[in-house]
């Protein structure tokens, strides 16, 4: 049986999970424990749980990639960039349109494209 140091056997996920785990997803969990069916499921956990730690700072990072763009787009264009300046493709500013005309009028008089 494999040894991985990442993984508690205990926290693995209960057999009847199996099968909302597709078998392609499963058989690479599956492969890195030599084919131990309780060892491929602590893997899962663990990849989950992994993930799960990421995720918030990734949150992070989008957020201030966001505000940087927006901010640098804004002092070449001026705050109404996404409107004003040649920067999205025709697909982009449709769905800006779109989403614009979902916002209702009062809080389209107010909102301002800086604070995103």
Not at 13 to 19: F, G, K, S, W
Not at 40 to 62: G, H, K, M, P, Q
Not at 78 to 96: E, H, I, N, T
Request: charged share 25%; with cysteine.
């Amino acid at each position: 049986m494999p040894s991985h140091a990442c993984c508690d056997k205990s926290a693995a996920l209960p057999p009847e999970l199996d099968a909302y785990i597709s078998a392609p997803r499963l058989k690479m969990y599956l492969d890195a424990a030599a084919n131990d069916l309780v060892v491929a499921r602590a893997l899962y956990v663990w990849n989950r749980d992994l993930s799960a730690a990421f995720i918030a700072d990734i949150a992070t990072v989008e957020i201030a990639m966001r505000n940087a763009m927006a901010k640098t787009l804004a002092a070449r264009w001026g705050d109404r960039w996404y409107a004003d300046g040649p920067v999205l493709d025709a697909r982009s500013a449709k769905q800006l349109e779109q989403a614009w005309e979902r916002i209702p009028g009062a809080q389209r008089e107010t909102f301002e494209p800086t604070e995103l």
